[in-house]
């Protein structure tokens, strides 16, 4: 079983370029997040997804945008990347009521 | 303003004795708390999770406990081992309709044979 598949593992950018991370999950799970990390902090929760169709922001939204295209994919995007973004980026999936979250291995963005 | 609190310096403890982690949160009331291990260079996995009326929970040599008026909840790692280093996540689900996952900062969890 994949899990939840991340894309890209990693990348540079330079400041103002745009880009989208991917992230995908095969287990059927209706709820779906994006958290990053930064050295010596834990996961802060970017936004996240109930179900197909809706998004939410969550603890630090500002700068970025998501899609839920569909139940499976859940997709992060920088629309003018700032160095402050710097950080390892996951992806997240739980089912119904009280589940764990199953992570992607992370996409670990620099931007110069 | 909300907040989930761990240890903030790193754990240091010899093999064989107990392991307690602790987290601490504010202004959350969250219907379950959780417990993830990370590994450097890799993604949290889910460890133990703990419901609001539960008081205790165990798996093999974990235990969690969850004090909802004390806003606390700690981890013991019992008979600990030097492949118990890692660093340990606390995690909030803020759940109602659907699951809202906040965690913590972590504590880095080191263990000298």
């Known amino acids: ?112 | 303003s909300q907040k989930i609190e761990q240890n903030s310096e790193a754990l240091n403890i010899q093999e064989g004795k107990t392991a307690t982690l602790t987290c601490n949160y504010t202004n959350y009331s969250p219907a379950y708390l959780q417990w993830y291990r990370q590994d450097p260079g890799r993604g949290p996995v889910f460890l133990l999770l703990i419901r609001e009326n539960e008081k205790e929970k165990r798996k093999e040599r974990l235990k969690v406990t969850f004090d909802t008026t004390l806003k606390q909840s700690l981890f013991h790692i019992t008979a600990s081992q030097p492949a118990d280093s890692a660093t340990y996540l606390c995690a909030l689900d803020l759940y109602s309709s659907a699951s809202k996952i906040i965690f913590g900062s972590g504590t880095r969890l080191s263990i000298r044979p």
């Open chain 1, 1 to 112: 079983n994949a899990g939840v598949t991340q894309t890209p593992k990693f990348q540079v950018l330079k400041t103002g370029q745009s880009m989208t991370l991917q992230c995908a999950q095969d287990m059927n799970h209706n709820s779906m997040y994006w958290y990053r990390q930064d050295p010596g902090m834990g996961l802060r929760l970017i936004y996240y997804s109930a179900s197909e169709g809706t998004t939410d922001k969550g603890e630090v939204p500002n700068g970025y945008n998501v899609s839920r295209l569909n139940k499976r994919e859940f997709s992060l995007r920088l629309e003018s990347a700032a160095p402050s973004q710097t950080s390892v980026y996951f992806c997240a999936s739980s089912g119904q009521g009280y589940t764990e979250a199953f992570f992607g291995q992370g996409t670990r963005l620099t931007v110069v």
